[in-house]
């Protein structure tokens, strides 16, 4: 699985658009994004995933740029419930059940 | 829907002593995993199951014994803790079918503390 590089730790004001990089310059070209969050002492929850096409859900929006070398989670209105470690995670998609190689994320900190 | 759950949330021992940690998935997922997350750190892969009687090593599987004998069940034993194996430690679940194939549904977790 190729590495990832994501920044320790970030602040964003309530309400606003927190973006969260990820660098992911040695992915190849059958694996996919994966974006996960761990609250406080929760177990981690999924967010998002996408290979190279923009994507979006309820909770985030997942933009992957051309070269699919870096990627940027934005979570459009951030409240204090979205305070948590924020894990970029890059893999073959797979339906045999991988497991999961969470590096150490973005502390994400949200203020009122 | 209760998902996926783990038993106990808390459990304190001491060295030497076996413990259980049980984890139940109401999903019918085929894969089921343990991890465990050590203060400041990430998670960390112990075992993993394909499926009922089908079990294999993870990362870190030295000193845990896990069995499958249903599909929604998948205990982790210690079978001699150790201070070392004071962790929080997660329970997961994949499907196997379908647009979120590979996503994985984790526990609330079992914090352990071996004495």
């Known amino acids: 699985d190729a590495k990832t590089t994501q920044p320790p730790s970030m602040d964003c004001a309530e309400g606003r658009a927190a973006n969260l990089p990820c660098n992911h310059s040695?992915?190849?070209?059958?694996?996919?994004v994966y974006w996960y969050r761990q609250i406080h002492s929760q177990g981690p929850q999924y967010i998002i995933h996408?290979?190279?096409n923009n994507e979006t859900n309820e909770m985030a929006s997942l933009i992957i740029t051309e070269d699919r070398k870096s990627s940027t989670l934005i979570l459009p209105h951030a409240t204090l419930r979205d305070t948590a470690v924020y894990y970029c995670?890059?893999?073959?998609?797979?339906?045999?059940?991988?497991?999961?190689?969470f590096g150490k994320g973005t502390s994400l900190l949200v203020t009122p | 829907d209760a998902g996926i759950t783990q038993s106990p949330r808390y459990k304190i021992t001491e060295t030497g002593r076996q413990v259980t940690l049980m984890c139940h998935q109401t999903?019918?997922?085929?894969?089921m995993f343990w991890y465990r997350q050590d203060l400041g750190h990430g998670l960390r892969l112990i075992y993993y199951?394909?499926?009922?009687?089908?079990?294999d090593k993870g990362e870190v599987p030295d000193g845990y014994v896990v069995s499958r004998s249903k599909t929604e069940n998948f205990p982790l034993t210690l079978e001699s803790a150790t201070r070392s194996q004071t962790s929080v430690y997660f329970c997961?679940?994949?499907?196997?079918?379908?647009?979120?194939?590979?996503?994985?549904?984790f526990g609330p977790g079992t914090r352990l503390t071996v004495l």
């Open positions: 995670i890059v893999r073959v998609f797979s339906n045999s059940g991988y497991a999961l190689n």
């Open positions: 997961a679940s994949t499907q196997t079918s379908g647009r979120y194939t590979d996503t994985q549904y």
């Open positions: 040695t992915i190849s070209g059958n694996e996919y």
């Open positions: 996408g290979l190279k």
């Open positions: 999903w019918s997922h085929s894969y």
């Open positions: 199951s394909a499926a009922a009687d089908i079990t």
